[in-house]
């Protein structure tokens, strides 16, 4: 069976510093891979998706990037954090042939202070 | 482009009674939609999907979902809700090849 990891599971950065999320999923092998963040409990937002290994999907331009070194690691980062950095992270893979039904993470709480 | 709405912040249901969950949808071509869950400080999981056939589709935890072409809508039921259903839950569309979540509607289930 697939299991997706993603840690830490709580993470608390001053603003400046830098970031590295990381996720990993066994039992299955060239899974797309997908990074979105959830802020105040709510709406989800796509931030970066992966079809492959060094295959890197922007959705929306800000202080984040993200790298698959792996072909089941995905990893998201930042140089220096922003206060609207804050948010619910969440890791998630798929089937490259069945997009739609996604295996989310338990997630990261990031409170950017 | 591809989207989704979900016009209830908040739906309220007493344990037993059945629940509906607000879905319509905007998409060019066929409609490809699904329903995620959220419970409290998790990731989401998924209930089910529509992608053709059967306007009624049948999911995870009892729930089911009626497609409705002319209203353009996908809304989600349950006969009889438990307290247990009480979370966050999300409609979906793809779009290209990513999913597009809506705002997201809570449920909340009394006893």
């Known amino acids: 069976s697939q299991t997706i990891h993603q840690w830490p599971a709580t993470l608390v950065q001053p603003v400046g510093s830098p970031l590295s999320l990381e996720c990993t999923v066994e039992g299955t092998s060239n899974p797309n891979l997908y990074w979105y963040r959830q802020a105040a409990g709510r709406g989800l937002q796509l931030l970066f998706y992966?079809?492959?290994?060094?295959?890197i999907s922007s959705e929306v331009p800000q202080n984040l990037s993200a790298s698959r070194p792996q072909d089941r690691q995905f990893i998201l980062s930042s140089k220096k954090l922003l206060l609207s950095d804050s948010g619910f992270y969440l890791c998630a893979w798929s089937w490259d042939t069945e997009l739609y039904e996604q295996y989310f993470g338990p997630g990261t709480r990031l409170t950017v202070t | 482009a591809q989207s989704v709405a979900q016009p209830e912040d908040q739906v309220n249901v007493a344990e037993g009674n059945p629940l509906t969950v607000k879905c319509t949808y905007s998409v060019s071509g066929n409609p490809y939609l699904f329903w995620y869950v959220q419970y409290p400080n998790r990731g989401l999981q998924f209930l089910l999907k529509y992608i053709t056939g059967d306007n009624l589709v049948k999911g995870s935890y009892g729930f089911e979902a009626e497609f409705n072409k002319s209203q353009t809508s996908f809304h989600l039921k349950k006969p009889s809700a438990l307290v247990s259903d009480s979370a966050l839950y999300f409609c979906?569309?793809?779009?290209?090849?990513?999913?597009?979540f809506g705002a997201g509607t809570i449920l909340r289930v009394k006893s």
């Open positions: 979906a569309v793809l779009g290209g090849n990513k999913l597009v």
């Open positions: 992966s079809v492959g290994i060094g295959q």
